[in-house]
């Protein structure tokens, strides 16, 4: 009795995870509640299983990607404008951050037909740039890290991972995890 006890649950795993293989190759369409979930299905149907199997993967981590990026702007955002109010960009970026955000800008009113990014500055900067406006003005952050190079390093390696992410490859398992990590322990920094 208990062989085929057993049998009968491991028939049920093997089961289970052959569903979820061949949903996630996009060989078996699970049941689509909304409109844009068919819609989607039937755009990517016909996409091969490489590209398929590759976007499910990339999702959770660009998530984690888009928290841990918005989480520093929003923590320098709120950090700064604390101390000088809703213009701590004009006090506060180098020369060389203006420069980029105003290209930036220039080159989006050009292209009106395109919705753009959130107006503010910061949002305009690479992800690197927000490690030296907070190296440059350390005395703003130093109550939250222990040293500069810890946000530091975390941020560089961030943006390698960003970079991977943002030119569409599917991203190692263990860079994903690492960027899960820098998260975590952003949070707990900050508190």
Known sequence: MKSRIND???TGILASNCVLDLQARG???TPAGTPDERREQ?????????IRS???????WYRMLFVFENLVREFVI???SELD???WFDTRASTDMKKKVDDRRKKEEKNLWHAGRNKQAIYYLDFGDLGLLITNHWAVF??????QVWIVSRIQDAERTRNVIAHTNVLAAEEGL??????KDFVRQIG
């Open 54 to 60: 590759g976007s499910l993967q990339m999702q959770r």
């Open 85 to 87: 109010g809703d213009n």
């Open 42 to 50: 039937d755009l990517f149907a016909p996409v091969s299983e490489t």
């Open 27 to 29: 060989l078996l369409r």
């Open 78 to 80: 709120t950090r700064f």
């Open 178 to 183: 690492r960027l899960e990590m820098y998260l």
């Open 8 to 10: 009968f649950v491991f």
């Open 142 to 147: 130093k109550d939250f890290f222990d040293n």
